[in-house]
């Protein structure tokens, strides 16, 4: 099996990466920053405007990122702990008024309720057994219940209206908007130094095989649940800034359709890629900013189109390859011996096909995982980043193993699917 | 628009687990409970019954009902 090695890959790839990719990051950053600094002073004030909410966005983009394209857990989920970040300050401001003291405080109540919010919706999703597919469920129920609490809070939270007429951070347009692109470029930096280390390697061999590293005698559970605090902490900062400069809290900027959003500019932008996570979201709202004014209701459509194109060509493979192996493999074989069996034994075999084709859809969302164009090629030239390269050679394995050649990676993960079923 | 509709609808599919028959039965007991809950307690609680239901559902049986 090819899994040996790579783990072993993933074990050996912070050490072989020298300096130079580092070195690399750090010329990248400081060219960005360069940009941001000078940015105020080229570009108009609507397009600053819309680039500081963008950048916010693009935070909370990049801890979806973090979360389903290096660990592996499709999350709907950080929208809500955007929105939590989001009305600590409008609820903080607009109940205590603006202060030193109030701004502290709000930046405690937001992290200290996304912590306990994160830590139970971890404690409720991860645990020995659990499957993705319910974490991601209990991601997609967490901003519905949190909608409704908002609606239901009257005045507190301000109902469907959301919170406005707070008095918020006074700083200049300029000031947010190098605050925000440089708290951009430093998550991307610490979540880029973070993901080379061994406990970054550790996400990466989780997401590739959870059972493994439980056998290696990793406490996955306990792993992810701490990644989705730390992640849900930064989504809330994030949120925490987005509010602070709009001075506005709406409801959705919570909501579960703020949450799909997120996935859908990480997915553009190339799962498992940071850079790409970002340029997808600043992209996806700069461009939602401008268009939905001209072509207010296509603009939707658009999005949604070019997702499931890159839906079709990133996963594609992925998806139609078991129908094409079915006819070969074990399911067709049992099928044939048990042609001549008694009826209720077919009715078994049966059950026990469609147990391994069900939730096929799901599985094949998670397989985004190629960069998608020229921008990715560019990014990746020029920062760097190997992690596509090492899939590559994953799969290079896979074929000279002769082991692997006869039984596809598509249905070898499907017989471990149907095997944990049962 | 129906997008409360659409997630209700998911959760039940994701609970029922494949089977028309179970499909029905999780309907009817999930939707009952969500009418029960928004008549008698508030309309708002109602609205996260069969979210918060089929999470606590699929926490028990993750591969949802259609062969218990």
Known sequence: MPDLATVHDVAATP????????????????????????????????????????????????????LWGCSGTLTFGQSAFFGIGGYALAIVFTQFGFGPGEAMLAVGAAVGATIVVAGLVGWLSFYPGSTPLYASVISLVLPIVLVQFLYSGGTFTGSSSGLVGFESFDLTLEAWFRLSGLAVIATLVATSIALRSDAG???????????????????????????????????????????????????????????????????????????????GAVVIEVASAYLSTSLPF?????????????????????????????????????DSVGAGHAP????????????????????????????????????????????????????????????????????????AHCRALD | MGLAWLIGAFMLVMVSGGSLLTLGLSCFVLGGLQVLASTFISPILGGLTIAVLAAVALRLRPQGFARA
């Open chain 1, 15 to 66: 050490l072989s990466r020298s300096s130079r990719p580092v070195l690399r990051v750090a010329i990248a950053a400081l060219v960005a920053a360069a940009m941001i600094g000078g940015g105020p002073w080229v570009l108009d004030t609507y397009t600053v405007n819309i680039l500081v909410r963008a950048f916010f966005v693009a935070i909370a983009a990049l801890t979806v990122d973090v």
């Open chain 1, 201 to 279: 390697g550790v996400l990466g061999a989780m997401r590739d095989n959870d059972e493994r590293c439980s056998y290696l005698g990793i406490d996955t559970a306990r792993v992810r649940i701490g990644l989705l605090v730390a992640a849900a902490v930064i989504a809330a900062l994030a949120g925490f800034g987005y509010v602070g400069f709009g001075a506005v809290a709406a409801p959705e900027n919570a909501g579960f359709v703020f949450g799909t959003q997120l996935v859908v500019m990480v997915a553009l932008g190339g799962r498992g890629s940071l850079i790409g996570a970002v340029i």
């Open chain 1, 298 to 334: 296509i603009w939707e459509l658009i999005v949604g189109v070019a997702f499931v194109a890159v839906y079709r060509r990133t996963s594609g493979r992925a998806a139609r390859r078991p129908a094409r192996s079915r006819p070969r493999g074990p399911p067709a074989g049992r």
């Open chain 1, 344 to 415: 209720d034994v077919r009715k078994a075999q049966r059950r026990t096909r469609a147990r391994c084709y069900r939730g096929r859809g799901f599985r094949a969302l998670q397989a985004f995982r190629q960069p998608v164009g020229a921008v990715q090629n560019l990014v990746y030239g020029a920062t760097g980043r190997t992690r596509q390269s090492g899939w590559t050679e994953r799969r290079r394995q896979d074929h000279l193993d002769p082991l692997s050649r006869r039984w596809p990676r598509a249905l070898r993960r499907q017989r």
